[in-house]
């Protein structure tokens, strides 16, 4: 995307352009198209649209908040954002749900809670395109298969490290 691009989705997203707003918000998140990465501005553009009807904007506020990019962290914000996007069936967004009831994160554990939103993505076929930015994609609806995988990583590193140093294993 050129700066003409840019310079017309601006014009656009300040005409009341909502898709044009949430389009410059990822953008401005990612630091893509040649733009350097700005989150207040992000922030800014992906309120504007969330606040009229993007999901996707409601959905990468609630990943701005829930990791602090940008922002402090604040589960409970995140939530919110998320629970807007998945009520339109994003996906993402019950995956993060899952996330923050099955980890207590900011709300009081809930593993049956958890359960219910892993089922409900199981259940919905995923089409993965150049617009998701799932970064883990086989961890989805599974909180704790990914984080066992993460162990089971660091535990063979870290065996693979202790055989080079005494060429025996742990």
Same mark, same amino acid.
């Given at each position: ?8 989705l ?6 009341n +352009?909502?898709t ?12 893509c198209?040649? !733009?350097? =990465?700005? @989150?207040?501005k ?11 009807? !993007? !999901?996707?904007?409601?959905y990468y506020?609630g990943?701005m @908040? ?5 922002v $402090?962290? +604040?589960? $409970? ?8 996007? $998945? =009520?339109? /069936?994003?996906?993402?967004? /019950? @995956? ?8 207590? +994160? ?8 958890? #359960?219910e939103?892993?089922a #409900?993505?199981? /259940?919905r076929?995923?089409?993965?395109? =150049?617009d ?6 086989? #961890?989805? $609806?599974d ?7 993460? !162990?089971?990583e660091i =535990?063979? #590193?870290?065996q693979?490290?202790y055989?080079?140093?005494?060429g025996?294993?742990?």
């Amino acid at each position: 995307m050129s700066t003409v691009n840019i310079e017309t989705l601006t014009e656009k997203a300040n005409n009341n +352009d909502y898709t044009a707003a949430y389009n410059l918000g990822k953008i401005y998140l990612t630091g893509c198209e040649g !733009v350097a =990465q700005d @989150y207040n501005k992000a922030r800014g553009y992906l309120s504007v649209a969330a606040n009229n009807g !993007v !999901v996707g904007a409601n959905y990468y506020l609630g990943k701005m @908040y829930y990791n602090g990019i940008g922002v $402090a962290v +604040d589960h $409970a914000k995140a939530k919110e954002f998320f629970e807007r996007s $998945a =009520q339109a /069936n994003n996906v993402f967004s /019950n @995956y993060y749900l899952g996330k923050i009831y099955y980890w207590g +994160d900011g709300v009081e554990k809930n593993v049956s809670k958890a #359960s219910e939103l892993k089922a #409900s993505i199981l /259940n919905r076929p995923l089409y993965i395109n =150049q617009d998701t930015d799932i970064e883990n994609f086989y #961890s989805i $609806a599974d909180f704790e298969g990914a984080t066992q995988k993460y !162990v089971n990583e660091i =535990q063979a #590193s870290v065996q693979d490290e202790y055989k080079k140093l005494y060429g025996e294993e742990v």
